[in-house]
């Protein structure tokens, strides 16, 4: 039954890996890489890029949602030359190399608290010589200044920082424990240390913080923003989606708001009005 599963496994890491554009070659040596001196997940892609995570880390699910579920891509929220984007939550940089890797000319802009997250974003943009992005060790939230990020540790089911948050909360029975203390940026200071004049997509997959995030900004920044593509999360300082969205609303978006896809959150996305 172990063999099975293992082998229904990797078959459907094939079929992952091949329809998000990775390389023949690539595929092959995916599994291999597991029980090399340096064991480690990595995708090598046709078009010549390729992204790596350690072992602990999900990178195949990461893949599949970005690259191929396009799940802050959809249509309407495709990524053009000579666009702008802002990656609150960057994580190791799946998004990020996504996203300026689309067309000529876009420029990113990249922030992750975590320290060892923020390396590995670093090094995954550095193999791919993606001088275009931009990356920043913060966390954005409500006010500038300094907040500890939590990490749920190797127990949670997605990784073992996947879930950081500026929060400490309980899911499935477990707490999060304090992990580092981090530099925070409001969505204000991002535009301004970094002269956005226009963003044309900002991303958000920030634990919680995407309320303070978006219900804090000034008008002005908010005009900025041409279309937004977030995951909401439930549960946190008794705030809800509806606040975004009515939010959003009354400075000029339209907002779909899916239902939660499990009882941690779901995707809003909002366009502005033109």
């Known amino acids: 039954m172990r063999l099975a599963c293992g082998v229904v496994g990797r078959f459907r890491t094939a079929k992952i890996l091949i329809k998000g554009g990775a390389s023949l070659w690539g595929v092959m040596l995916y599994p291999?890489?597991?029980?090399?001196?340096?064991?480690?997940?990595?995708?090598?892609?046709?078009?010549?890029?390729?992204?790596?995570?350690?072992?602990?880390?999900?990178?195949?699910?990461?893949?599949?949602?970005?690259?191929?579920?396009?799940?802050?891509?959809?249509?309407?929220f495709e990524i053009k030359s000579g666009d702008t984007v802002v990656d609150v939550g960057a994580n190791l940089g799946v998004f990020s190399v996504w996203a300026a890797t689309r067309a000529q000319g876009v420029r990113v802009i990249s922030l992750e608290p975590s320290r060892r997250m923020f390396s590995l974003l670093i090094q995954n943009l550095s193999r791919n010589d993606l001088c275009q992005v931009g990356a920043v060790q913060a966390a954005c939230g409500g006010e500038t200044g300094k907040a500890i990020l939590?990490?749920?540790?190797?127990?949670y089911s997605y990784?073992?920082?996947?879930?950081?948050?500026?929060?400490?909360?309980?899911?499935?029975?477990?707490?999060?424990?304090?992990?580092?203390?981090?530099?925070?940026?409001?969505?204000?200071?991002?535009?301004?240390?970094?002269?956005?004049?226009?963003?044309?997509?900002?991303?958000?997959n920030c634990e919680g913080s995407e309320y303070e995030i978006l219900l804090k900004a000034s008008q002005e920044t908010l005009r900025q923003v041409m279309k937004i593509s977030m995951i909401y999360h439930l549960g946190l300082l008794n705030h809800h989606p509806g606040e975004i969205v009515v939010c959003l609303r009354q400075n000029g978006f339209e907002v779909k708001c899916n239902p939660p896809y499990d009882e941690l959150g779901g995707y809003l996305y909002a366009s502005r009005n033109v």
């Open 159 to 204: 990784g073992p920082e996947e879930g950081n948050s500026l929060y400490p909360r309980k899911i499935r029975g477990k707490v999060f424990c304090p992990q580092d203390q981090v530099e925070v940026l409001t969505l204000n200071d991002v535009f301004r240390r970094h002269q956005v004049d226009v963003c044309n997509l900002l991303k958000l």
């Open 150 to 155: 939590y990490s749920y540790g190797s127990e």
């Open 32 to 76: 291999l890489r597991h029980r090399s001196s340096i064991p480690r997940h990595q995708i090598d892609l046709k078009m010549g890029f390729s992204i790596t995570s350690p072992m602990e880390e999900p990178l195949v699910h990461a893949f599949e949602d970005i690259w191929i579920n396009r799940c802050f891509t959809p249509e309407g």
